[in-house]
């Protein structure tokens, strides 16, 4: 289960990278992040910096916290729900960057027919939570 878990969490992070590249060599000169033309841009090349430094700063605090806190775990179940957090938060950060990516692309994309993917991640990490919480519950 540890080895699936590692697995999925190795394919979001080739999945971020590929959705950031795909959406860097569609941004303009001058990338919007809200759906307000205007209110907030930055230059395309910041954009991928930062995303690239946000994903790597994210993924090294949740392996610290895996590190710190599997020691504590017994059971082989919640050790591995435990290191599907990154997987999940990796997965809510290329959704992300997707919607930024549409939010870019007016020409084609309607970004409101796109809106979904931010709500997605959240549920997805409540999914996690309640999903922890049945683990650590369930008897062996």
Do not use: C
């Not at 957090?85 to 992300?96: A, P």
């Amino acid at each position: 289960m540890l080895r699936v878990v590692n697995f999925l969490k190795v394919l979001s992070m080739v999945l971020f990278l590929a959705i950031l590249l795909l959406v860097y060599a569609y941004l303009p000169v001058m990338a919007d992040l809200t759906l307000d033309n205007g209110d907030f841009q930055v230059r395309k090349e910041d954009f991928f910096y930062f995303g690239i430094g946000v994903f790597v700063v994210v993924n090294l605090f949740f392996l610290g916290f895996q590190k710190l806190f599997e020691q504590f775990i017994a059971k082989v179940e919640v050790k591995a729900w435990v290191r599907g957090l990154s997987f999940v938060i990796n997965i809510y950060l290329t959704l992300i960057v997707g919607f930024i990516g549409v939010i870019n692309n007016t020409n084609h994309l309607n970004p409101s027919g796109f809106a979904y993917l931010n709500y997605l991640g959240p549920f997805l990490i409540f999914s996690w939570i309640v999903g922890l919480i049945y683990v650590v519950k369930q008897k062996s």
